[in-house]
């Protein structure tokens, strides 16, 4: 089991910028790619972006590229969401979660574990 803590979420105004960070402890070398998903009211999850844990490559969702970067941490097993020029439409809760596979993948269905959610709020 791979247990996930996001933290870093808050109310930002437009045009701010917000770092989310992801903690992972438990059987976290069966864990090769990190993903964050956001869920907005009413709306179904969607894909973010994405870093493999061993190599540092990075994918990025359309909506957030260019705005978005992630790093990660080996030491401390924490992968970070730097969110820039925040728009009202990133509100949402923020989801982290590990994927057992060797490539990144956007697909939420491949990933196995999941944090409980951080709230990112944007006002304009």
């Known amino acids: 089991q791979v247990q996930l803590v996001e933290s870093g979420g808050g109310l930002v105004q437009a045009g701010g910028s917000l770092r989310l960070s992801c903690v992972a402890s438990?059987?976290?070398?069966?864990?090769?790619?990190m993903g964050w998903f956001r869920q907005a009211p009413g709306k179904e999850r969607e894909f973010v972006a994405a870093?493999?844990?061993?190599?540092?490559?990075?994918y990025y969702a359309d909506s957030v590229k260019g705005r978005f970067a992630l790093s990660r941490d080996h030491a401390k097993n924490t992968a970070y969401l730097q969110m820039n020029s925040l728009k009202p439409e990133d509100t949402a809760v923020y989801y982290c979660?590990?994927?057992?596979?060797?490539?990144?993948?956007?697909?939420?269905?491949?990933?196995?574990?999941w944090g409980q959610g951080t709230q990112v709020t944007v006002s304009s």
């Open positions: 870093i493999a844990w061993s190599s540092g490559s990075t």
């Open positions: 438990g059987r976290t070398f069966s864990s090769h790619v």
């Open positions: 979660a590990a994927s057992t596979l060797f490539r990144i993948v956007s697909d939420l269905g491949f990933y196995d574990y």
